[in-house]
């Protein structure tokens, strides 16, 4: 047997090489001639088929011309129809005697007359016969029956390849589930608290939030003598300095080249927090210097640049229990290091007093940022998540704040102090950045009386310029650093330069935040996506003024980045934890 000709079926020819029809046709006809075999088809589609081979069949004899010998077409007796079950014509065909009476389904039909077969047709029945015991063979049903199962829950798993089954309700409240992988829980009992806009449980700790004072213990040992003697160098460099001194800006052909002079070596690399790094500040010290990172899961490490150790001089401590959005140490005391988080806290750490002290905190998880009100250091403006802000005065027992005021603003991320008028204060929240007068927080309207250009997506940052205040940086997540105008400070302050650069880090990296370099008016700071990977320094007209690269010792995007105020030392951290400091030759050696 053979396979031949095209078509949905195909043709099947038997040993003599005459079509026997298709699959169809034949289980219908060997179901007819063979005892014991059964095909399990309705009774109208077999009255069906055995009508088309009948009419089929009789166009073929009624054009045949007669042979001598032969009797009248007219006189022949009629062959029974094949593909009936009992061999008996089917219903309204003209082969059939009551053709103009019409049969229910279940009525029974009469009985036709036998005949005699020729000998062709004897042996077309055979063949068809042996093709379809050959087809009964191969088990043809049960084994389509098994594949088209098969392909059935193929395509269920590929149209829902994560389908699972609804958790039954209890009645209550409906259960959240959450990864204990992504939520890096201990144990199952752990409460979750509610976390801030902007934040998720995948980036960070979740652990309860520890009220009072916290002793400055680093890395998890009271009597470790690494970390005594840096707190005690610590201690050393902030006495008798009464403010931060800030150099006054050089010239920008002086300042690239201080810049080339600036090189990183393998001792200026080192892991100072297990996380990654979220925030970073620079102690003002011109003797010895000190770096502090803040991380994800309430770290704090303190780097000695200094120290001329085989290994870094590192003290970690642990004084929050989300992420360190904000580092700064204060403008008047340069021995307390203030902190913000995600726990909805700020904490200062004393060297003198060895603690971590509450200086504010709010009763839900979304404090953002913070910036210094006075210039002593006394009161504090804190933003928050959801778009307030709020005044602290440090002079007072409360830690709960002196004001409290909703700018209804969307993912409030940074607030920032004018440096000269210090009763304007700038905002970065979802599209928009604003200048706000803090005098004017009690009215009953709290519109802003600057807006700082409107951009299409999030704005992770925005700073005035340090000396002056007559510049304006913000970083935007699309793919844009704009450089404003606030000489003047008017209801729409104007774009000056838009500056393209790659800002979309992803969930992995920290978000860019571009900051003035306190040594220059006009130039600031910021990570790049670029390979090789470097650090950028540009002017406020947009022009690029250097990079910092290195293949050896710079091989991943540093998010964060802090120059000193009056050195030329710059930090770059990355997300793994790992610092990497450019320094002057001279101050390498």
Known sequence: MRQGGKGRWGRIRGRDGHRVGSPFEQAAAAAALTPGLTLALPRQEMKALGTRRLDRKRLQADSAPEAPGDEPLAKRPRPPVRGSASGRPVAGSESSPAADT????????????????????????KNIQENAKFFASLNMLETAKKLWGDVKKA??????????????????????????????????????????????????????????????????EEDNKVTEDLINTWLKISQGESQLKVKQPEELKIYKSSLKRMTIQEHLVAKVTPKRVSALAIHPSEQRFLV?????????????????????V?????????????????????????????????????????????????????????????????????????????????????????????????????????????????TAASQ???????????????????????????????????????????????????????SAIIPKIPCVASITHNNNTGRWLTKFRAVWDPKMEDCFVVGSMVRPRQIEVFHSTGIKVHEFKDAEWLASVCSINVMHPTKNILVGGNSSGRLHVFMDKTLNE
């Open 155 to 220: 395509r269920q798993r590929k149209l829902n390849p994560l389908k699972k089954g609804k958790p039954r309700s209890s009645g209550g409240q409906p259960v959240v589930r959450r990864s204990m992988r992504l939520q890096i829980l201990k144990s199952t009992d752990a409460q979750v608290p509610e976390l801030p806009i902007g934040t998720s449980a995948t980036s960070e700790e979740i652990e309860e939030r520890i009220s009072g004072p916290i002793k400055m213990v680093a890395n998890d």
């Open 432 to 486: 928009c950045a604003s200048i706000y007068d803090i005098r004017n927080l009690k009215a009953s309207s709290k519109e802003p009386v600057a807006h700082v250009g409107t951009q299409a997506k999030c704005i992770n940052s925005a700073y005035f310029s340090p000396v002056t205040g007559k510049r304006v940086v913000t970083t935007s997540m699309d793919d844009r650093i704009r450089v404003f105008d606030t």
């Open 102 to 125: 019409d049969y229910s389904s279940g009525d029974d039909l009469p009985a036709a007359q036998p005949m005699e077969l020729s000998v062709y047709e004897r042996k077309r029945l």
């Open 314 to 426: 590192v003290a970690q401590f642990k004084p929050h229990c989300g992420t360190v959005n904000s580092l700064c140490f204060s403008p008047s005391n340069s021995a307390e290091l203030l902190s913000v988080s995600n726990d909805g806290s700020i904490r200062c750490g004393n060297i003198a007093a060895a603690v971590f002290d509450e200086v504010y905190v709010s009763s839900e998880w979304n404090t953002s940022s913070f910036d210094f009100l006075a210039e002593d250091g006394s009161t504090l403006i804190v933003s928050h998540w959801d778009g307030e802000v709020a005044i602290v005065d440090r002079r007072t027992p409360s830690i709960s704040g002196e004001q409290r005021v909703n700018l209804n603003l969307k993912r409030l991320r940074t607030v920032n102090i004018h440096p000269v008028d210090r009763h304007y204060f700038l």
């Open 292 to 312: 502090a990172a803040g991380s994800t899961y309430g770290y704090v490490g303190i780097w000695d640049l200094s120290s001329r150790a085989e290994e870094a």
